[in-house]
């Protein structure tokens, strides 16, 4: 079945709840670890948002949303052929994304892989489409926002992406995490502020769920933080400043202890 013809919530999908407590038990675990993606994913099975389901709802419903079920090839695939998207234009989005999933030794099938998780059932529907979409734009997104893998830089992509689609479990990521760093970082440098504004740009933004990634990829990158009214990250270009001045490298700063 296309998916384009699949229900948005397939029948045996378990309906919304909201186990707050397990939730944090979840987070503990991602801040020992921040590599461990999958508490990311039992966080969500924890917060599911009504918001959050009306917005894919309306989205998946839309011609844009339909339109890119229909074409849009599978993304992990798309975003994974380096040597495909290295023949685009240089300067392009998709250069500084290959560049930059090289230099972290990502790919996009590793986080598909992450994202399977015990006790976390996939679903034929529509909303899962959805969801997946999310997960596949994840790295896309730090591209276009300009923030890094540091501990920082991670708390404002989550700050910028829940405003696109409402997600409070990555809001709730992205602030206490920010928080964390507040309470054992001292730098004087603001982390609350950096993710407060990551926020406020994802707001203003165009939508990075809704884009047709492959023009996407092609564009050159500061034409489509341009179009799509990206605003620079002032703050957090400010934490890493500060944290130069202390002496402190900011893709180490809160990172877990190597063994």
């Not at 944090?24 to 969500?44: G, I, N």
């Amino acid at each position: 079945m296309m998916i384009a013809d699949a229900p948005f919530v397939a029948p045996g999908r378990p309906g919304l709840s909201l186990r707050p407590l397990a939730a944090y038990s979840h987070f503990r675990k991602l801040l020992a670890d921040k590599e461990d993606t999958a508490q990311v994913f039992y966080m969500a099975e924890c917060l599911a948002s009504r918001r959050s389901w009306n917005l894919a709802d309306a989205f998946c419903r839309s011609a844009r949303g339909r339109a890119l079920m229909a074409e849009e090839p599978y993304l992990p695939d798309l975003l994974d052929d380096h040597d495909a998207l290295l023949r685009l234009p240089a300067g392009s989005v998709a250069h500084a994304y290959v560049a930059f999933m090289r230099r972290e030794g990502l790919s996009a099938a590793g986080l598909v892989e992450a994202s399977t998780v015990p006790g976390i059932e996939r679903h034929p529907d529509q909303l899962q489409w959805f969801t997946d979409r999310l997960r596949d734009l994840h790295d896309l997104a730090h591209i276009l926002t300009g923030y890094g893998r540091d501990a920082l830089g991670e708390q404002c992509v989550l700050g910028f992406t829940s405003a696109q689609y409402h997600d409070r479990t990555e809001w709730i990521i992205a602030w206490l995490g920010a928080l964390e760093m507040s309470a054992k970082v001292k730098a004087s440098a603001p982390f609350l502020r950096a993710v407060g504004e990551a926020r406020r740009h994802g707001a203003t933004a165009a939508k990075i769920y809704e884009q047709d990634v492959r023009a996407l990829l092609a564009e050159p990158l500061e034409a489509a933080r341009a179009r799509m009214g990206v605003s620079r990250p002032r703050q957090y270009d400010l934490a890493h400043q500060r944290l130069r001045e202390r002496g402190m490298d900011p893709y180490r700063v809160m990172a877990p202890a190597a063994n």
